[in-house]
T-cell receptor
Framework: AQSVTQPDIHITVSEGASLELRCNYSYGATPYLFWYVQSPGQGLQLLLKYFSGDTLVQGIKGFEAEFKRSQSSFNLRKPSVHWSDAAEYFCAVADVTASKLTFGTGTRLQVTL | GAGVSQSPSNKVTEKGKDVELRCDPISGHTALYWYRQSLGQGLEFLIYFQGNSAPDKSGLPSDRFSAERTGGSVSTLTIQRTQQEDSAVYLC?????????????FGEGSRLTVL
């Protein structure tokens, strides 16, 4: 069965600093990978997704992620963090035969001014 | 509305009572999912519907949990004889497609507290 590990439970960065959130997955075939963001009191919103092709994918709000098969990783990055980016971030992998997403436990991002 | 709507947004109940949580997906979305979000546990898959049928119920924690979907639209998640460990946020999501090549659209969730 597929699984997702987000090693960092909580990360704090200063506004304007760069950000990298880690995600490692376990899946037997080429995975479909996703990053979602959950702002306080809101539902989850898709930031970006990887299905195939270019391993560097661009998403909304200035986020990007890079798929590295050799490391089974799909880390999320942003060059310059804004205070409004404070939220919880979830990495997910899809089992294309089972029609569901498996989520990691999330990383809570705090942004200091 | 334009998004996934869930009700109630908050529910406090006593242990042993039954609760019903409702999800109204985006119009035209054929796939509907229920997830449970507990503190520090991430999102736990409960059940998935394609139309009115549920090909995958593997995530339902016990036989106290059931769900149905009618008319290919609204879904109800029912928890019977609630226990304190059922306290969580229950999230509903919908999607245009059954296979996860598409985006899931999530509601804001129903927060359940069992006293």
């Amino acid at each position: 069965a597929q699984s997702v590990t987000q090693p960092d439970i909580h990360i704090t960065v200063s506004e304007g600093a760069s950000l990298e959130l880690r995600c490692n997955y376990s899946y037997g075939a080429t995975p479909y990978l996703f990053w979602y963001v959950q702002s306080p009191g809101q539902g989850l919103q898709l930031l970006l997704k990887y299905f195939s092709g270019d391993t560097l994918v661009q998403g909304i709000k200035g986020f990007e992620a890079e798929f590295k098969r050799s490391q089974s990783s799909f880390n999320l990055r942003k060059p310059s963090v804004h205070w409004s980016d404070a939220a919880e971030y979830f990495c997910a992998v899809a089992d294309v035969t089972a029609s569901k997403l498996t989520f990691g436990t999330g990383t809570r991002l705090q942004v200091t001014l | 509305g334009a998004g996934v709507s869930q009700s109630p947004s908050n529910k406090v109940t006593e242990k042993g009572k039954d609760v019903e949580l409702r999800c109204d997906p985006i119009s035209g979305h054929t796939a509907l999912y229920w997830y449970r979000q507990s503190l520090g546990q991430g999102l736990e898959f409960l059940i998935y519907f394609q139309g009115n049928s549920a090909p995958d119920k593997s995530g339902l924690p016990s036989d106290r949990f059931s769900a149905e979907r009618t008319g290919g639209s609204v879904s109800t998640l029912t928890i019977q004889r609630t226990q304190q460990e059922d306290s969580a946020v229950y999230l509903c999501a919908s999607s245009l497609r059954t296979r996860n090549t598409g985006e899931l659209f999530f509601g804001e969730g129903s927060r359940l507290t069992v006293l």
